[in-house]
């Protein structure tokens, strides 16, 4: 009858909940261990000029269970962003960063080389994440010019000014900043011109767009004209195809990333002499 296929479609989604929650718990618990049983790893995704010259590399945080596998940043940077468990992960890839770059530093073929990393909204509020940062850059000796911060349009929520504020002192160190993901967030227009930026980055969806003529690329192409007319560095991730990137440079973005350059990959040193 339907009171009984009602009954079983509710206890069915209350175990799909139940079970969705326990992995939810079950993550986060795992989580707080991941850094001292060395579990997180960065990958590296280098960046291209036209030329597809290597210019530096997006470094993308990997974690590896020893049960669970794998697990994408995209399923547990959300948690981590809910459990705090966030700031000290946030500053374990910093300070690798950090000694990143002070290794490539002692090279001529990768010294000038730039590092970007993600930078969460809650790390970035953090009242204390501008001296956290300058202390940690002092500590490591890495150049501040070969490191940039990548925020996204989640973060100009709330007290605006507190941001650009933030984000000035963090450029007055040297640090260089960049806007992810630009064109999916709601805030883009409203505070694109208050935000002391170095760089936007085209969402990987304004690329895809490319493959259809006409409508597709009108918003990828504004897009770009926008960074252009803001005098800022414009970059393009997801670029897969020859066909998008060709599109991209008559559009007019200058700096590239994807799978067509090369993918996230722990050894980036592979990249250095090709
Ligand atoms: P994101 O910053 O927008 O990074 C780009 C994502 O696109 C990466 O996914 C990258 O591996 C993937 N990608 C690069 N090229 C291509 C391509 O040609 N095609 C396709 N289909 N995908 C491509 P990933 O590594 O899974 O990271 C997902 C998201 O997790 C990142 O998006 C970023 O928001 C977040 N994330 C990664 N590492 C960190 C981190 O250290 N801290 C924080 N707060 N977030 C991070
Ligand atoms: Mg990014
Ligand atoms: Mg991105
Ligand atoms: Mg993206």
């Excluded at 953090?126 to 996204?152: C, H, I, S, W, Y």
């Amino acid at each position: 009858t339907a009171k009984r296929s009602g009954d079983t479609a509710i206890s069915f989604f209350d175990r799909k909940m139940e079970s969705a929650v326990k992995e939810r718990l079950q993550l986060s618990q795992a989580l707080n261990h991941a850094i001292e049983r060395h579990q997180l790893s960065l990958a590296m995704q280098p960046q291209v000029n036209k030329y597809q010259q290597l210019i530096g590399f997006e470094a993308l945080l990997r974690w590896n269970h020893p049960e669970l596998g794998e697990i994408s940043p995209a399923d547990f940077i959300p948690i981590a962003e809910t459990t705090g468990a966030i700031l000290s992960i946030g500053d374990w890839v910093l300070e690798k960063s950090c000694e990143t770059l002070v290794r490539w530093a002692t090279n001529s073929s990768s010294k000038h080389l730039k590092l970007s990393l993600n930078v969460s909204p809650i790390q970035f509020r953090r009242g204390d994440f501008v001296p956290r940062v300058e202390q940690l850059l002092k500590r490591t000796g890495a150049n501040p010019k070969n490191l940039r911060f990548e925020l996204t349009e989640s973060l100009m929520v709330g007290d605006i000014n507190f941001i650009v504020r933030q984000m000035n002192s963090l450029r007055q160190l040297g640090v260089s900043m960049s806007l992810d993901d630009f064109g999916t967030g709601y805030a883009s227009l409203a505070y694109l011109t208050q935000l002391p930026l170095d760089e936007l980055k085209i969402d990987r969806a304004f690329v895809q767009d490319l493959d259809q003529r006409g409508k597709g690329e009108l918003l990828t192409e504004t897009l770009i004209s926008l960074g252009r007319s803001m005098n800022l560095a414009v970059i393009a991730e997801g670029v897969e195809t020859d066909k998008q990137f060709e599109r991209l440079q008559e559009l007019g973005c200058e700096f590239f990333q994807g799978y067509l350059f090369g993918r996230p990959s722990v050894d980036a040193e592979r990249y250095f002499n090709d």
